[in-house]
């Protein structure tokens, strides 16, 4: 980051889906600012971790806050909460089933929100806390595709808002919005390197971000640089994207 220093030496944080991509960014950055860092996932890393790992399906709630419980009881507190676990296969909004909604909402908000529930009390133990919500720029824009997904991201931006006013000051509840990041499913998600190339030049920072840009991020509204930050939606989306009405436009006018 900069040259201030973030120390959470003591702290201890929990980042859901933290095994891969952005997650694993994130826990890598509390754990290297001195915190005690568990990750949670239904699959374990592979390899060696300076991370603890939970084995957790977080859309149930009741093994959610049985999760947090078990961490209250081993560690007497949870300081960090980062929501980041969530995402969406494409689906058609006209015939996605009930189901498959249901399961998309409960992971990307429901989720967040049974988990915050679960870590109040931890938090409020000790008269601080910090949540940090991963939202995403389907969250603003229209995200035909992922409808439900898009929904999901946008309520969490409502629920960052009303905790941080409601459970505030003791504990401050704040959001990244998440643009376009490589991660190893870069090319999953992205297509091809010429994909990625259009999509990066359509950005106003010219790039796709890095994970650890993300984690940066977190790791700033986690910490006590951000004490006077709550309820924001901090976006990291490098500048957005390029409106193709401008494009339209340009073709329709000098075409």
Known sequence: MSS????????????????????QAIARRLRE????????????????????????????????????????????????????????PPADAATASPRFSERVIALNLLAPLNLSQAAHPLMTRHGHGAIVNISSVSAIRPSPGTAAYAAAKAGLLALTRSLAHEWGPAIRVNAVVVGYVETEATDATYGDAAAQAAIAANIGAGRLARAGEIADAVLFLASPLAS????????????????????????????
């Open 4 to 23: 201030v220093e973030i120390a959470l030496d003591g702290q201890v944080a929990l980042v859901t889906g933290g095994t891969r991509g952005i997650g």
């Open 33 to 88: 600012a001195g915190a005690h860092v568990i990750v949670c996932g239904r699959t374990a890393p592979a390899g060696p971790q300076d991370v603890e790992f939970i084995s957790c399906d977080i859309r149930d709630p009741d093994a959610a806050a049985a999760m947090v419980a078990d961490i209250g009881a081993r560690h007497g507190r949870l300081d960090i909460l980062v929501n980041n676990a969530g995402g969406s």
């Open 228 to 255: 006077y930050v709550t309820g924001a939606a901090l976006n990291v989306d490098g500048g957005g994207e390029r409106p193709p009405f401008l494009d339209i436009v340009k073709e329709h006018t000098h075409g």
